[in-house]
């Protein structure tokens, strides 16, 4: 059996990467960061910065935008994997037209087999208005279906807000 899957929710600027990575540091495993964000513009650049300053030393950072398998395949028990996020990977599997069932299914079978302690931060997006346009409404749905996948394989659930928070599935500590 693998080792915990944590799924960290919230919604953006919620706190839930900053508490992700509490909870990858308290661990005292060899921490790796598997970053899915990918720097098309000068404000993303600046985003991906200001998460590698907070971070600080002591982090293993493994760039998957896509093919998230190989990185989880590759940890170990030794290790706790901080996955940030999943949003972004939906994101950048729907901007490269993949077949986000097929992608979904292989990400979660990887997930379900990594020998390592892995920590998803995710974003609530189902909680807001109704988008206007088509893309935008099929990618909220595709990620609440990811989400819920995630959550059930998922050992603990955490939704943060404002900074707080609060166990859905599973203990805080």
Known sequence: MHPAVTLVLGG????????AE????????????LATAQA??????????????????GWTTVEAPLDLAPALQGL?????????????WLSNQMMAETDIGTAQAGFLSALDACQAQVIVVTNEVGQGVVPDNALARQFR?????????????A???????????LALKGKLQ
């Open 40 to 57: 098309y513009d000068a404000e993303m650049r600046h985003k991906i910065d200001r998460h590698i300053a907070r971070r600080g030393a």
């Open 155 to 165: 050992d603990r659930v955490v939704q943060v807000t404002a900074g707080l928070p």
């Open 12 to 19: 953006a600027a919620s706190g839930k990467s900053d508490f």
């Open 141 to 153: 749905e595709a990620q609440g279906r990811l989400n819920i996948a995630l959550a059930t394989l």
């Open 22 to 33: 509490s909870l990858a540091v308290h661990s005292g495993k060899a921490r790796v960061y």
């Open 76 to 88: 170990t028990g030794q290790q706790v994997c901080l996955l940030d996020c999943a949003t972004m």
